[in-house]
């Protein structure tokens, strides 16, 4: 009995599309359940969408506003992503994102006017993604060598990395000149990331991208990933395999937070300038959504951040034109989560994306 | 069929006396997938009777009682009360006609006491409980009992005996008339065993209750069954009244008399050196409890050590202690004579593999394609990565296209998810992936749990083939024709230990048995 070998293909692509068809199934559902929120708050729906879609996508100046936004949203989805297919359900992006942006910013005010920007740039870089990835790993480490719930202990760890900000911010690293929101010192325009020519997107954009294609590739087409993927599918066969399931799970985890990281690491050094608590401005926790909607696929990871963050550009738009508080993201965020969630139990229930394999029960 | 007369003559003994009920459950047939589980089986119980259910492990006993107590939904078959017919859909019927269950582990709330525990479980149980009401019921009910439990502590802080006679006085409470016992011993110890089994024997004597035990010590059902049934496969082989039968009767019904039919094929050679060595094994469970309990066994090359024993004996543990799922809390495991530690190189340079039980559990990834399932033990060598971490899939879906020929793995494609295919071919697609190479050493667990006949006789093949080419093999199984037609030595694990090793000509059934039972 030897198949052709397209029929597999097909068989293949039709049931992978469940994977499409759910997640915008999910997305349709959320988007009328938040339109009756909307009615049910005398706003009107459709001038909702029109809104979303001009301030996020309407025009050159919104889209590239989406892009600037999308870039944190790719690394902190990439920091759920990467647990994930590793069987953790890691939460505490916002906390790597924190940490890893105020360690970047810490580091770089003795060097400023002393080393020229770019090996500034590159060391903060590197010291971000490094804290950030050391947040993460201990949840990881928490929970391969003594069983701690990777879920709570990551979501505690973003508490606490915050607080870790302001304790400095708010002290001993505090910049005296600036009397309003107490930050880091400034870096000043010549140690900022630039942007990509001919737009406003700065690099973090681009970098977020060619990070998700790399992790993509490590998690598809290496020993590295296969191992991870068994490990995630199935933790006693791994075992079974004599794979080292914990070291496993400790890279990970610390891949995960290094992405954070370098969301912070970019919110800071092209968008802020310096440290303060405006960098805790939710990314991580959105990110959790896309990461969720995508499947936790690196590829998928950047359409949705990308759509995601039209929603965020679009905020200020809607906020003004429709009079309505700027939680109302949040409320549609929400809405969307739990949709998502409960859409995650239909998979393998509808007959049309199941094959027959013909079954024969030997 | 028994129990109508014996319905017949219920009223001849003094109505009110008689509160036990008596069961008639007959040709119940059960199928799961391509698994009978129960086949045409029919069992009477008679009101006051005290009656063992026996059977090895997967003989259907289970089966057959949660058909009873609507947990199942049996094909066919019919079940009456009394004499009377009844439908039982789910448990809520069977509690409601009276039928209570035991289960191998206790249900009661821990943070509860006693008292609490029983209120609670009643169907009627108010929303708002009047403690002095129910405090007086409660005192009421015990004086009508013949065992006390302590009502006033939580139950977390109870004896396991406690807890047991606690969970019984529970269905008493509600009012059950026939309970069910799932091997209620297997958490007590002898005397607790001994004073409870008692107390409800005394209960039968007295017509105020029927008992139905599922057990496999015989011990037990001799000094305090009246009546039993056997069950193996699937169907009832025997049964009759306890005193009309020895214990070696129940154990040649229990494991079928039947001599072996055609063994694999097995050259006669002489054993090598010994490769795989045991030294005490320790392991530790739940709550910190021995699972192994220094287990000691030698596999030389050339042989099969089939280790035999009643389930949840520490087998389980053994696997997982070899295949690196379980650590180890003291002993040694030597290769050799060197020690060996379950990793990826030490798997690999000793050439040790493993078949263990429940292999879609154990030792695949249901959502990873067959190809790639069948490459977890070369997907980090050539062909399959080259510079040691750059995998390539063309060779490692070309050499799953030959061992998928080889084995007769029926499946679309190698790409289709290896959760797909049915229990049979998951476990040829292991087995491929297993003995395909070079093997020394081979561990296997209850590698035929659940197959058919034709996939039995394939899979047992390839073990006897690994051993006549020289492989050291222990065959972990529940199975004990498994182990008689497949192994050179048997080996008998009772309570986490070997309690007994015999080359297979020097032994029998009974006497394997007698040890499985744990008193010989």
């Known amino acids: 009995m030897e198949p052709s070998p397209w029929r597999g293909v097909l068989q293949r692509l039709r049931r992978d599309s469940e994977y499409i068809a759910i997640p915008v199934i999910a997305l349709v559902i959320s988007a009328v359940a938040f339109s009756l929120f909307l009615l049910a708050i005398g706003k009107a729906p459709l001038v909702f969408f029109e809104l979303v879609h001009r301030g996020g996508f309407g025009s050159a100046f919104s889209i590239q506003n989406t892009l600037q936004r999308a870039a944190p949203l790719i690394f902190t989805a990439l920091a759920v992503a990467?647990?994930?297919?590793?069987?953790?359900?890691?939460?505490?992006?916002?906390?790597?994102?924190?940490?890893?942006?105020?360690?970047?910013?810490?580091?770089?005010?003795?060097?400023?006017?002393?080393?020229?920007?770019?090996?500034?740039?590159?060391?903060?870089?590197?010291?971000?993604?490094?804290?950030?990835?050391?947040?993460?790993?201990?949840?990881?480490?928490?929970?391969?060598?003594?069983?701690?719930?990777?879920?709570?202990?990551?979501?505690?760890?973003t508490y606490i990395g915050i607080a870790v900000m302001n304790f400095f911010v708010e002290g001993a690293l505090r910049d005296l000149t600036n009397p309003n929101k107490p930050s880091t010192k400034p870096l000043g325009d010549a140690y900022m990331v630039g942007k990509i020519p001919g737009t406003d997107v700065h690099w973090g954009f681009a970098a977020g991208i060619l990070i998700a294609i790399l992790l993509h590739i490590l998690m598809t087409r290496t020993t590295f990933g296969f191992a991870a993927r068994v490990t995630g599918g199935n933790p006693r066969a791994a075992m079974a395999q004599g794979l080292p399931v914990g070291k496993l799970i400790v890279i990970c985890s610390m891949l995960a937070g290094a992405c954070a990281g370098l969301a912070g690491f970019f919110e800071v050094a092209a968008i802020q300038g310096r440290a303060n608590a405006s960098i805790a401005a939710g990314y991580g926790f959105t990110g959790i959504l896309v990461s969720f909607l995508a499947r936790h696929n690196p590829i998928a990871i950047i359409v949705v951040a990308i759509m995601f963050g039209g929603i965020v550009a679009s905020g200020g738009l809607v906020q003004r034109r429709m009079d309505l508080p700027d939680a109302t993201v949040l409320v549609l965020q929400g809405m969307t989560f739990v949709i998502l969630l409960v859409s995650e139990t239909l998979y393998g229930r509808f007959a049309f994306f199941r094959i027959d394999e013909g079954r024969d029960r030997t | 069929m028994g129990a109508p007369k014996a319905m017949m003559a219920e009223p001849l003994i003094e109505p009110a006396a008689v509160r036990a009920?008596?069961?008639?459950?007959?040709?119940?047939?059960?199928?799961?997938?391509?698994?009978?589980?129960?086949?045409?089986?029919?069992?009477?119980?008679?009101?006051?009777?005290?009656?063992?259910?026996?059977?090895?492990?997967?003989?259907?006993?289970?089966?057959?009682?949660?058909?009873?107590?609507?947990?199942?939904?049996?094909?066919?078959?019919?079940?009456?009360?009394?004499?009377?017919?009844?439908?039982?859909?789910?448990?809520?019927?069977?509690?409601?006609?009276?039928?209570?269950?035991?289960?191998?582990?206790?249900?009661?709330?821990?943070?509860?006491?006693?008292?609490?525990?029983?209120?609670?479980?009643?169907?009627?149980?108010?929303?708002?409980?009047?403690?002095?009401?129910?405090?007086?019921?409660?005192?009421?009910?015990?004086?009508?009992?013949?065992?006390?439990?302590?009502?006033?502590?939580?139950?977390?802080?109870?004896?396991?005996?406690?807890?047991?006679?606690?969970?019984?006085?529970?269905?008493?409470?509600?009012?059950?008339?026939?309970?069910?016992?799932?091997?209620?011993?297997?958490?007590?110890?002898?005397?607790?065993?001994?004073?409870?089994?008692?107390?409800?024997?005394?209960?039968?004597?007295?017509?105020?209750?029927?008992?139905?035990?599922?057990?496999?010590?015989?011990?037990?059902?001799?000094?305090?069954?009246?009546?039993?049934t056997v069950l193996r496969r699937g169907r009832m082989v025997g049964g009759g009244r306890v005193e009309d039968m020895s214990t070696g009767d129940m154990a040649r019904l229990m494991i079928g008399d039947t001599q072996i039919t055609t063994r694999a094929q097995r050259t006669e050679q002489s054993t090598g050196a010994t490769v795989l060595e045991?030294?005490?094994?320790?392991?530790?469970?739940?709550?910190?409890?021995?699972?192994?309990?220094?287990?000691?066994?030698?596999?030389?090359?050339?042989?099969?050590?089939?280790?035999?024993?009643?389930?949840?004996?520490?087998?389980?543990?053994?696997?997982?202690?070899?295949?690196?799922?379980?650590?180890?809390?003291?002993?040694?495991?030597?290769?050799?004579?060197?020690?060996?530690?379950?990793?990826?190189?030490?798997f690999f340079k000793l050439k040790i593999f493993g078949l263990p039980e429940e292999p879609l559990k154990n030792a695949t990834v249901p959502r990873m394609s067959v190809a790639e399932n069948m490459a977890f033990r070369s997907f980090d060598k050539p062909p399959n990565a080259s510079f040691g971490w750059w995998l390539s899939a063309a060779p490692m879906r070309a050499r799953a296209r030959e061992l998928i020929a080889a084995y007769r793995v029926k499946t679309q494609s190698p790409d289709t998810a290896i959760g797909d295919l049915s229990g049979g071919n998951v476990q040829r697609a292991v087995l491929a992936r297993e003995l395909s190479g070079d093997v020394d050493v081979l561990i296997v667990a209850n590698p035929c749990f659940g197959l058919d006949f034709a996939s039995v006789a394939d899979i047992r093949s390839q073990i006897m083939e690994q051993r006549n080419r020289g492989a050291a093999v222990l065959l972990i199984s529940e199975d004990l024709d498994e182990i008689l037609e497949l192994a050179d030595r048997v080996a008998v694990m009772s309570e986490g230990a070997i309690t007994y090793v015999a080359p297979i000509g020097e032994t029998d059934r009974a006497t394997i048995g007698m040890h499985m039972a744990g008193h010989a």
């Not at chain 2, 609507?70 to 094909?75: D, H, L, N, P, S």
Request: glycine share 10%; net charge neutral; proline share 5%.
């Open chain 2, 21 to 228: 009920l008596g069961l008639d459950a007959s040709r119940m047939t059960k199928t799961f997938g391509s698994l009978i589980a129960l086949d045409d089986v029919s069992f009477t119980v008679e009101p006051g009777s005290f009656h063992a259910l026996l059977g090895e492990n997967g003989a259907g006993k289970s089966t057959l009682v949660k058909c009873i107590m609507g947990f199942y939904r049996a094909e066919s078959g019919a079940l009456r009360l009394n004499g009377e017919a009844v439908e039982i859909r789910n448990p809520r019927d069977a509690r409601a006609l009276g039928l209570g269950m035991v289960y191998q582990h206790f249900t009661l709330v821990p943070s509860l006491t006693g008292a609490e525990n029983l209120v609670i479980s009643r169907a009627d149980a108010p929303a708002i409980i009047d403690w002095k009401k129910e405090k007086q019921r409660l005192a009421d009910f015990l004086d009508r009992m013949p065992f006390r439990a302590p009502l006033d502590v939580p139950v977390a802080s109870l004896a396991a005996g406690e807890k047991q006679k606690l969970e019984i006085l529970k269905l008493l409470y509600l009012d059950q008339r026939l309970l069910i016992l799932d091997e209620p011993t297997s958490v007590l110890t002898p005397n607790e065993a001994d004073e409870i089994l008692g107390l409800l024997r005394g209960m039968t004597d007295r017509k105020e209750i029927s008992v139905v035990m599922i057990t496999h010590k015989f011990r037990e059902v001799t000094a305090f069954a009246d009546h039993l």
């Open chain 2, 278 to 346: 045991l030294v005490a094994l320790m392991a530790k469970g739940e709550e910190d409890k021995d699972v192994l309990n220094c287990v000691n066994l030698k596999v030389r090359a050339g042989e099969i050590v089939g280790v035999a024993g009643v389930s949840g004996n520490g087998q389980s543990q053994l696997m997982e202690v070899l295949s690196g799922q379980r650590p180890l809390s003291d002993g040694r495991i030597l290769i050799r004579n060197q020690p060996f530690e379950p990793t990826r190189e030490a």
């Open chain 1, 82 to 157: 990467i647990p994930a297919r590793i069987g953790l359900v890691m939460i505490g992006g916002e906390g790597a994102l924190v940490i890893g942006g105020f360690t970047s910013a810490a580091i770089a005010i003795p060097m400023l006017d002393r080393i020229s920007p770019m090996p500034t740039l590159m060391i903060m870089a590197l010291v971000g993604a490094l804290t950030g990835g050391v947040w993460i790993g201990l949840a990881g480490f928490l929970r391969h060598a003594r069983g701690v719930n990777e879920t709570i202990s990551s979501l505690l760890l």
